[in-house]
C-alpha cells in the first residue's frame, strides 16, 4: 500500500492588537471605503515589535501538535514557510525547534512567496512518501508589518500577521490526505513583488535604508492582473492531478490578499459562496498564513468534514503559485 500524507493536526496564531481602517487614516491618506471597496479589508492584527515570526510559529505549533495528539519529540523534520524570518540564517524552523523542544530535529525554511505554505505542504508530503519521515511539521508564518513601508499608502494597507500549522503524518493509505499539489514558479515576475534591498543583489547600506528598499514594494495592478489567472489554473491543474473536477471541490481555501481576486476566482468556477473560505476582512493579507488561519476558522464553523474535497490554494511574489488537494479526515 502507498503512504500518504495526512493532516493529524492543525493549530494557529494571531496576535491580538487589532490595526484597523479607521487607524490606518491616522497614518496613511486613505478612507475606510477605500480599503473596503479595493480590497475587503476592514483589520488586521499585528505583531508586538518584540514579537517575531518563529514565537508565532512555535505558538501555532503547540496548537497543532495538541490537535494531532503529539508532543515535539515526536516530529521528525519541520518545514517552514516564510518571508520574513527572525534572520536570513539561522532559519526559523531551527528556532522553532528550539523554542518547542531540546531535542534536535532537522528542519529546513521555504521562501516562495505567499506560495511558500504550498508548496511546504508538498515537500513534506513527498518526505512522508519517501518513507524517510513519518511526522511532519509544516508552519506558514510571517510578520509581513516588519517590511510594510507605513508612508506607502499603497501596500500599508493590505498586510497583517499569523501563522499557522499543520502536523502531517504518514499512514497507509486510506485515501485521506494530500492526493495531489500543483506547483508553479516564473521568475519573469521578480520585480513585480519584491523586497530589493538586503540580499546579494543590493547589500544593506545607508542608501538602500534611506530609499526605503528594505520594505516590500509591490506592483499592485500587474499582481492583481496575474492573480486572477494564477488561482482558477492552481485549482484546476490540482484538481486534474488529483484526478478530480472543480465539481468534486468541497471547499476553497484561497489565499487572502483581495477579495476581488477571490470574487474573481468564484464567479469563474461558479461556485457558491458555501464552498469558499473568505475571511480577510478581519486579518487582511498575513501571506503564508492566511489559508491555515482561513481553514482553521472554516473547521471551527462545523465546515469541514470527513471525506471533504479540500482545495488550498495560492500565489505570490516569484512569481510562484500553486494548490494542495486535500481529502480531509485523519
Ligand atoms: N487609499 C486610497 N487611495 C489609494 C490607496 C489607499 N490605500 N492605494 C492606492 N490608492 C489610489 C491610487 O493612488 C490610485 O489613485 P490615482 O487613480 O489617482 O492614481 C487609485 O487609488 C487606484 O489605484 P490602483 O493601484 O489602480 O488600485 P487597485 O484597484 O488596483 O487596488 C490593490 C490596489 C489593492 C493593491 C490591488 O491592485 C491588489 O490587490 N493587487 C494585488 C495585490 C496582491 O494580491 N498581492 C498578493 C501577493 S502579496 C505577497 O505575496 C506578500
Known amino acids: 500500500m502507498t503512504r500518504r500524507a495526512v493532516v493529524a493536526g492543525l493549530g494557529t496564531y494571531v496576535p491580538q492588537k487589532v490595526l484597523t481602517n479607521q487607524d490606518l487614516e491616522q497614518i496613511v491618506d486613505t478612507s475606510d471605503e477605500w480599503i473596503v471597496s479595493r480590497t475587503g479589508i476592514k483589520e488586521r492584527h499585528i505583531a508586538e515589535p518584540g514579537e517575531t515570526t ?5 505558538k501555532a505549533s503547540v496548537r497543532a501538535l495538541a ?73 506558514g508564518a510571517d510578520k509581513l508589518t516588519s517590511i510594510t513601508d507605513y508612508e506607502d499608502r499603497t501596500t500599508a494597507v493590505l498586510f497583517g500577521d499569523a501563522a499557522g500549522a499543520f502536523v502531517l503524518q504518514g499512514r497507509e493509505d486510506t485515501g485521506r490526505g494530500i ?14 513583488l519584491v523586497q ?8 544593506a547600506s545607508a542608501e538602500t535604508v534611506a530609499a526605503r528598499q528594505h520594505y516590500l514594494k509591490m506592483n499592485g495592478n500587474e499582481t492583481f492582473r496575474f492573480a486572477v ?33 477571490i470574487d474573481a476566482a468564484v464567479r469563474r468556477f461558479e461556485l ?12 487582511g493579507n498575513t501571506s503564508v498564513a492566511t489559508i491555515p488561519v482561513a481553514l482553521q476558522e472554516a473547521r471551527e464553523q462545523g465546515r469541514v468534514h470527513d471525506g471533504d474535497v479540500v482545495v488550498l490554494c495560492a500565489f505570490g511574489a516569484g512569481l510562484t503559485w500553486g494548490s494542495n488537494v486535500i481529502r480531509w479526515g485523519r
Open 229 to 261: 489567472k494564477a488561482m482558477p489554473e492552481a485549482v484546476e491543474e490540482g484538481l486534474k492531478k488529483a484526478g478530480l473536477g472543480v465539481e468534486d471541490m468541497t471547499l476553497l481555501v484561497p489565499h487572502q490578499a483581495n477579495l476581488r481576486i
Open 67 to 139: 490537535d494531532a495528539g503529539l508532543v515535539a519529540e515526536d516530529l521528525d523534520f519541520i518545514v517552514c514557510a516564510t518571508n520574513t524570518p527572525d534572520t536570513i540564517f539561522p532559519s526559523t524552523a531551527a528556532r522553532v525547534q528550539h523554542q518547542l523542544t531540546s531535542k534536535p530535529i532537522p528542519g529546513v525554511d521555504v521562501q516562495a512567496g505567499c506560495t511558500g505554505l504550498i508548496y511546504g505542504m508538498e515537500m513534506a508530503s513527498a518526505l512522508i512518501q519517501s518513507g524517510s519521515y513519518r511526522n511532519v511539521l509544516v508552519i
Open 179 to 192: 492526493l495531489a499539489s500543483y506547483l508553479q514558479a516564473d521568475g519573469r515576475g521578480e520585480d513585480l
Open 272 to 283: 457558491d459562496p458555501s464552498r469558499v473560505v473568505v475571511n480577510i476582512d478581519r486579518y
Open 196 to 203: 530589493p534591498a538586503g540580499g546579494s543583489k543590493l547589500p
Open 54 to 58: 518563529s514565537m508565532m510559529a512555535a
